[in-house]
């Protein structure tokens, strides 16, 4: 929380901002009130922010670079949530804030909490070897920390399948993935520890070892354990070719010489873990909030998921985060996959955070993430 001297800065600012044709004692009485209850600080902070936020999107919008819903947090208020555009391009049905995205490499934040999840429980340990819970694993000296903080040194599994998945028609499964792994042992590329790859493969992994370690079908334990308690209502796992269908979906476009076409899905569409969750964007405000009132995962288990995983590198890896170390100090992850784009930014120096979730994929015309949260630390 902000100290009496700083919300008294803060305060005079606002006033200062909105409030010149007030009389003294009125501005006054508004500093006094931020004093008595600091809780009503986040009142002025939407009153002085949320017009320069945005004219940000709108202009984006407006120039065709911005397709999507955006959520503005800082101390724990929402100072701005809105959606622009459409949901689906043919019907033109609007997006609205549980208009459901592909989260895409998002998605890889959930699949580390579920993780760790099942640690605070007692269930496994991020140490143990990966070899200790799922059956016939070939790497015995991989644990679960190298899969989590991307230093496992593990194969791409889309290159894998290309060499073993024959029938491209039919969409792979995460178990799938596993036989390919188990039972070629394709090599990896480093000793587990020894350096850093970004790998979605380890992602992969991991919602099969939550499977192994709770009993639970992947997306039954997200359902059950995670997006039910928090409120996610729009939330879900999905997988193509799983006979699931997905309710308020956000269809994913992508830019070709005559428009936007949905973008196509193709065999690897069926696998989760490092993709293929769904959520809107006041899910993803549920789940902020969860993660900041240690809802689920309690502080010294949420503090895990910030730890970085390699000693030396200033853009570091967590658990299920990037990491910008050094005097910006960011905790982050984006995410592309089939025409959507995910952004979510964390700012512990300024308690801020900023999502965005796009469904329409234009290289050179799509939102460029760091300059907008800066314009936002502006305003």
Partial sequence: MLKKGAIIVLTIIVTSLLFDATPPQSQAGIMTAIEDDPHKLGTYLRIMKAPGIDKIFTHLHHKKRFNGSVLVMQEGETLYKKSFGYANMRTKENLDEHSAFQLASVSKIFTAYAVVLLQQEGKLNIEDKVADHIKGWPYDNMSIKNLLNHRSGMSRYMAVASWYWKNWRKDMSNDDVLKQFIRHKPPIFFRPDRNFNYCNTNYVILAS???EVSGMPFEEFMQERIFTPLEMKDAMIFGRGQGMEIPHEAEGYKAGRRGYYKAPNDYIDGVWGD?????????????????????LLDEEHTALLFEPGSKWRKYNYGLGWRLK????????????????RTCYIKDPTNDLTLIIL????????NVDYWKVYKQILDT
């Fill in 358 to 365: 796009t469904n329409r994929d234009h290289p050179g015309l």
């Fill in 325 to 340: 170390r050094g005097e910006e100090n960011l905790i982050y992850h984006f995410g592309w996959w089939r025409g959507y």
């Fill in 209 to 211: 070892l939550v499977e």
């Fill in 275 to 295: 993709k293929n969750m769904f959520a809107s964007i006041s899910d993803l405000e549920k789940f902020d909030e969860g993660l900041r009132k240690y809802k």
